[in-house]
């Protein structure tokens, strides 16, 4: 169940991304700012940014995964530092823009993003030039990426839409002339890369301090006819919520997510818990909560887009303010009541 926020619309962020920012790019209907989810038998505690800030007080928070992770990040980074006066805030990129560091200084405290849309290696590390015709992962190799995310206090990961596409394993080092390349099914390579990143997780990480998420599928809303639309159409122009109960569009693989809950258990008979952090259904009713075509253009618009703005609409992230905030209530939960 969801209802309405009944509120004004939020001020704008300081580190907003354009890419989510859909009121500034001339989104004119914001009722999906207003809505949060209402889970059944129980209430979620109210986002109190003070209280997470405290809780980070000398501590790291680091998001890792891909730009639906961004998302997710962009999000608590703008939920609390509007309670941070503006000198004791700052924002840093380093490691060739793969960490981005948001810093509350009175608390000692950061909030990051570190940008590895496969969590193990791949050719798509880049955080700027990776969209490549063919992707290929390293999938036993993941030091490269989990040396910077080693010490952190909190870790949230996610990895799911990159999978989704054929993808070659390399038996080696890019660029070396022994490497084998091989193409595996993607359902087999994506449980091989969670074991490793477990694997990973299960050696290095200090159980009495650190708190660990994985984040489940973020839907999207490709095709209108699943939800009773237009056939080629998509959320483009949608203003309105799925009402249907238990909706599920094509754009989800269960498969996958059962790979996580199947990696997830096995770590916890090993001692180690990894709380699944599970937004795909309440997600899946969100059609109306994309950027769609109101977000920066990265590159200008052909003619064809113009003419038909479906081709061009987002509909893979997510407006902010909206529902990434909903998220992040339920972090904010798992956090204070682990």
Known sequence: MMKDKNQRSKPQCTFMSDQLACEKFGRE???????????????????????????????????????????????IVCLVEKSIPPTLKSMSTIVNGSLSIFKAKEYNATIEFYWAPLLVESNSDNPVNHRLPD?????????????????????VFNSYLWWRRHIDVLWGSFGSPDGIYKEVEMLRVYEMALRTWSDWLEIHVNRTKTQLFFVSMSPTHERAEEWGAAS????????????????????????????????????????????????????????????????????????????NPNIYADCIHWCLPGLPDVWNELLYAYIFHQ
């Open 135 to 155: 992707r290929i992962v390293r999938v036993k190799a993941i030091e490269k990426h989990a040396r910077y995310w080693t010490n952190a206090d909190i870790l």
């Open 29 to 75: 209907d914001l009722s999906y700012q207003h809505w949060r989810w209402q889970p059944r038998h129980c209430d979620l505690p109210r986002f109190n940014a003070t209280a997470l800030l405290e809780r980070l007080r000398n501590k790291r928070l680091v998001f890792v995964g891909d730009s639906l992770n961004r998302n997710q990040w962009v999000s």
């Open 232 to 307: 080629g159409d998509n959320c483009y122009k949608e203003t309105e919520l799925i009402t249907k109960e238990g909706y599920w569009g094509r754009g989800s693989d269960p498969r996958m997510m059962y790979q996580v809950e199947k990696v997830l258990d096995e770590l916890k008979t090993r001692g180690l818990d990894v709380q699944m952090l599970n937004i795909t259904q309440l997600s899946e009713y969100r059609k109306e909560a994309h950027p769609s075509i109101n977000r920066k253009q990265w590159e200008p618009l052909t003619e064809k887009q113009l003419s």
